[in-house]
Every structure is written in C-alpha cells, then in structure tokens.
C-alpha cells in the first residue's frame, strides 16, 4: 500500500545546530507539504512543493529550507536550530482534484525537541 | 482575530450521544471546507469536504456550511469511543485546490467515554 513516512519520529537537538526532518512518499503525488503544529495554532505551512526541483515558502518559512530532488521525498532543513521551533512536524502530500477524495495525506509526524 | 477560530475543548460526552463540533471563520472568500480527524500522535486525515453552503452526510458524520454566518459545522451521531480524536477544521478560497493556502483552525479535542 501507498504511504507517506517520516524519520525520525523524535528527535532532540540543541540550539544552532543543523537538522534534518526525511519525509518520503510512495503515492507517487507531484505535491508534498511541510507544516508545524503547536497548541493553539493549527497547522501551519512552513514549505510546499509541486514537483522536482520546485519549492516555495509557506506561511512560516524563515529558518527552514527545502530541497526536491525527486518525487518522494522533500527533506526539511532547520538551518540553525532555536528554541521557538520545538513543535511537532508533519509532512503531507497530494494531487490536485476536487472531483476525488484525493486530497492532502499526512505522516505520522516528527516530535522536535530544540534545548 | 484569528482567521480561522475553533473551540479547543476538550469536549466529553457518552457514547451514543450527537456530537457537535464547529469553527467560524472570518474570510468570505473560503468555499472549500475541510473536516480532519487526528488521534493522538498520528497525523491528520480527512474525514470530509464540502464545497460552498449546504449540508453533506458520510455514515454517522454530517458536515454543514453556513456561509451567509460564516459558520461550519460537523455532527457525529451515535458517537463512539473510537471517535475520540482531535477535530481540525480546515478551508480554503475557490480555486485553490493544491493546499498551499488551507487554513487550519487549531482543532477540538473529544473524548467518547464508554
């Protein structure tokens, strides 16, 4: 069966320091999704991606980045770790269609720790 | 003001009850409308969408949207312990179907108790 997975499921890091949150997905969808949960704000979009080689910055961008280098997968990088970014990640991914029940499918989600 | 406002609970009810789960918004441009279910340390997946005003129906859950109040809604009837998830509604303006511009609200916390 398709599935989208994430790595690590916890992880924590000190503050400065570099990370890098995996996501990869076998649906074989052109969009993939990073956002952050925190308690009281929902879901927020951090990055977004339509396809190889394109990234685009999402509603809370500054201090990560992303890369596509092929369909499955879209790391996320904290450049430069702090403390404000300890939240919950989840990374998502579609195709476009409202005519389907296709729509936006999450991990399970990455727990960040920044000390 | 938020632009997507829920109530975040926690909300608990016996099981058999009808559970009414809602979310106002204030951008009159949304015309998709989004009901995810999330338990504990997993990830969202949706349970229903609808588009514009109107009601949808899905085995014991209804989905309604009342544009004119800015005001969605999702009724699970006959609610069950299996029910027991945060509810997180989600929406965004025509057109945009790609996700890039779903707004989410911060999600209600339910509790089924047996």
């Known amino acids: 069966d398709a599935e989208i997975t994430q790595s690590p499921r916890h992880k924590i890091t000190e503050t400065g320091r570099q990370v890098t949150l995996a996501c990869h997905q076998t649906?074989?969808?052109?969009?993939m999704f990073w956002y952050r949960q925190d308690l009281g704000h929902g879901l927020r979009l951090i990055h977004y991606?339509?396809?190889?080689?394109?990234?685009n910055k999402g509603e809370v961008s500054d201090g990560y980045s992303v890369s596509r280098s092929n369909t499955e997968d879209l790391p996320l990088t904290l450049e430069s770790a702090a403390s404000s970014q300890t939240s919950v990640y989840f990374c998502?991914?579609?195709?476009?269609?409202?005519?389907?029940?296709?729509?936006?499918?999450f991990g399970p989600g990455t727990r960040l720790t920044v000390l | 003001q938020k632009e997507v406002e829920q109530d975040p609970g926690p909300l608990s009810v016996p099981e058999g009850a009808i559970v009414s789960l809602n979310c106002t918004y204030s951008?009159?441009?949304?015309?998709?409308f989004m009901w995810y279910r999330q338990y504990s340390r997993k990830g969202p997946e949706l349970l229903m969408y609808t588009y514009s005003s109107g009601n949808k129906e899905d085995g014991r859950f209804t989905a309604q949207v009342d544009k004119s109040s800015k005001y969605i809604s999702l009724f699970i009837r006959d609610s069950q312990p299996s029910d027991s998830a945060t509810y997180l509604c989600a929406m965004s303006a025509d057109g945009d179907n790609y996700g890039q511009n779903f707004v989410f609200g911060p999600g209600t916390r339910l509790s089924v108790l047996p």
């Open positions: 649906w074989n969808h052109n969009n």
């Open positions: 951008n009159s441009a949304f015309q998709y």
């Open positions: 998502a991914s579609s195709e476009p269609g409202w005519t389907s029940t296709d729509t936006q499918y």
């Open positions: 991606s339509y396809g190889v080689q394109d990234t």
